[in-house]
């Protein structure tokens, strides 16, 4: 069928006086085509008209279309049931042509970003090679709007924990800030509401706040005003991550830093610069950076346990064995593993994404080889005072010592009695406890006043007056 510019030119060298053979050789048509569209007087493309095998089963059609809600292929499947003689493309081209459960697109919106004035971030789920292993990752990005530049990184898992600390070192790597944040409304950001109304978790207020930013996020259905940072996901995807095989997390993430570099360095064609020229323009618009910016980190609060671990994301970290039982301050960043006892630092390990119960060691950690757990403990100071009184109760002292443990009270208990009550009594009574191994001391000090029970105590009467 020729179109209508041909068709003008066609009735244009006819109402010229020239013959149909002549205007068909010049134009390179059928004398007949010529013929036809002067006869029709018209360079209007006539309508095709064709008779559609879809349009008798219309209403039924229109009635399994709701009822499979808009599954082309049940709908296509129930119609051959029916007897309708109506092939799957038929049938999709059907609906496309009379609009039955599409839309044309509407247009793409268009936006302009002053310099330093939006910056975006979104997470995206891919596949990745780590480790030899094919592994689910993260993907998380933040791109200036004005410029185009661009940050990658790649987590395991993306919370509030890894968000804060992804957008420090992106923040850290533009060497400042735009004076917005748009995210996604099922951004880890959102604490309730969304697009206007969107309210950010308390934290990530606070976290912006130190930038001198805010988080906004767009409206449901406009995800157009996210395109800056949603379209360089499927080039992280298919231009980074496919067919690469990464040693372990550090490395998936220091490649994706120099990647970050080179694709920030290459000239662009639809910029007409480079991602790199464009921010040295925007630049001096960003928020500088603060004065001091503390390392991001997630705070527990572990106890050491019997093994001298303690247990953080089900990994093991070990921790010196003398504090087997106290209670630690556990601070976990992107990379490290830090074990605070009170304000001092007591451990530091690399941090571990599993697998889960992996083990991690220092040997510094560890006792002296072939020293093991001292089974002497040392002498507390009302032993040595007990045995520096009266030496003949070194082999009692040292059955009670066993019994109690690190249990000092008893000791004083008995250093007491033996100041207080008559020596001769005290060593009976102690002699009949040793051999029975009897160490309540409060049944002891009964033997010890039931052998003394009729002794006289004489006051000390000077003593008194004063």
């Not at 040292?398 to 207080?420: E, F, N, T, V, W």
Request: hydrophobic share 40%; charged share 25%; glycine share 6%.
């Amino acid at each position: 069928m020729l179109d209508e510019d041909t068709r003008t030119a066609i009735l244009r060298l006819h109402a010229q006086g020239h013959g149909s053979r002549r205007i068909a050789r010049a134009l390179g048509v059928a004398r007949d085509s010529v013929r036809r569209i002067i006869s029709s007087g018209s360079a209007t493309v006539p309508p095709l008209v064709r008779a559609e095998l879809a349009e008798p089963w219309r209403e039924q059609i229109l009635e399994l279309h709701a009822r499979y809600e808009g599954h082309l292929g049940r709908v296509h499947d129930a119609l051959s049931e029916l007897g309708a003689a109506v092939s799957y493309p038929a049938l999709t081209a059907f609906c496309r042509r009379h609009g039955i459960g599409s839309a044309p697109p509407p247009p793409a919106g268009h936006y302009l970003f002053a310099p330093g004035e939006e910056m975006q971030h979104d997470t995206s789920p891919h596949q990745a090679r780590v480790g030899g292993n094919l592994t689910r990752v993260q993907s998380a990005s933040l791109v200036l709007c004005y410029s185009r530049m661009i940050f990658f990184q790649h987590y395991p898992r993306f919370t509030r924990f890894e968000c804060k600390a992804f957008l420090a070192h992106a923040i850290d790597y533009f060497h400042g800030c735009a004076g917005r944040c748009m995210v996604d409304n099922s951004n880890v950001v959102v604490a309730s509401g969304s697009g206007a109304n969107m309210i950010p978790a308390p934290e990530m207020a606070a976290f912006a706040a130190r930038y001198d930013f805010v988080f906004v996020a767009h409206e449901k259905g406009d995800a157009n005003r996210s395109a800056r940072v949603e379209a360089p996901f499927q080039r992280i995807e298919k231009g980074f991550l496919v067919g690469e095989n990464f040693a372990d997390w550090s490395d998936l993430n220091q490649r994706a830093r120099t990647t970050c570099e080179a694709w920030n360095a290459k000239y662009s064609t639809k910029l007409h610069a480079s991602r790199r020229e464009l921010f040295a323009a925007e630049q001096a618009h960003l928020r500088p950076l603060p004065l001091h910016v503390p390392e991001v980190y997630q705070l527990y609060t572990r106890i050491v346990d019997a093994e001298g671990y303690v247990n953080v994301n089900r990994v093991r970290y070990s921790a010196p064995y003398r504090l087997i039982g106290r209670a630690l301050e556990v601070r976990e960043t992107l990379e490290r593993i830090v074990l605070y006892e009170g304000p001092r630092r007591v451990a530091s390990h690399a941090r571990v994404h599993g697998p889960w119960d992996t083990r991690v060691t220092d040997p510094t950690h560890r006792p002296p080889r072939g020293q093991g757990f001292s089974r002497h403990r040392p002498e507390a100071p009302e032993q040595i005072e007990i045995l520096q009184i009266e030496p003949r109760l070194a082999g009692y002292v040292h059955a009670l010592k066993q019994y109690i443990g690190d249990r000092r009270a008893p000791l004083r208990r008995l250093l007491s009695m033996l100041r207080d009550y008559p020596r001769a009594a005290f060593l009976s009574a102690v002699a009949e406890a040793e051999r029975y191994r009897l160490f309540d001391l409060e049944r002891l000090e009964k033997m010890v006043l039931r052998q003394i029970a009729d002794d006289y105590f004489p006051l000390d009467l000077e003593a008194a007056d004063e």
